[in-house]
């Protein structure tokens, strides 16, 4: 039985030596833009969604009618009005949105943007990507 112990001690000590020489995750691509930090407040990084058809012209959180065709978002915490920069972590493309509303309600994502700011950084058919967040007002 403590033979049995021991075994199961070296093993998770030999497994959590293991993890642990595991590499740093690969860096984001080079955008071509200045650090975070030169242009703004970085917010985070996470997965955005986009929202279009379904919710065009209905009323948003902030009270406005909701355009697939601006450039705005949704997000949790942030005030309405503020401008955040988007930028997609695969390619570096990024647009500006105004955050006018309340979401994503979706578990593991941190920003819904509108189909036209969706379609800026990434094709529709992509329907979820990782992007970095950094506020610019």
Request: some cysteine.
């Amino acid at each position: 039985m403590l033979n049995r112990s021991v075994s199961w001690i070296v093993a998770l000590l030999l497994f959590a030596f293991v993890a642990g020489c595991t590499t740093a995750p690969p860096k984001e691509p080079t955008t071509g833009q200045p650090p975070a930090s030169v242009t703004g407040q970085l917010i985070g990084s996470g997965k955005a969604s986009y929202y279009g058809n379904q919710h065009h012209n209905k009323l948003t959180a902030s009270g406005e009618r909701f355009d697939q065709h601006a450039l705005t978002a949704a997000h949790r915490t942030l005030p309405f009005g503020t401008r955040v920069r988007v930028t997609n972590t695969r390619n570096g493309q990024s647009v500006v949105v105004r955050i006018n509303d309340r979401g994503p309600f979706v578990r593991g994502r941190i920003i819904d943007l509108s189909k036209a700011a969706f379609e800026r950084i990434s094709s529709t058919r992509a329907g979820v990507i990782r992007v970095r967040l950094v506020q610019v007002d």
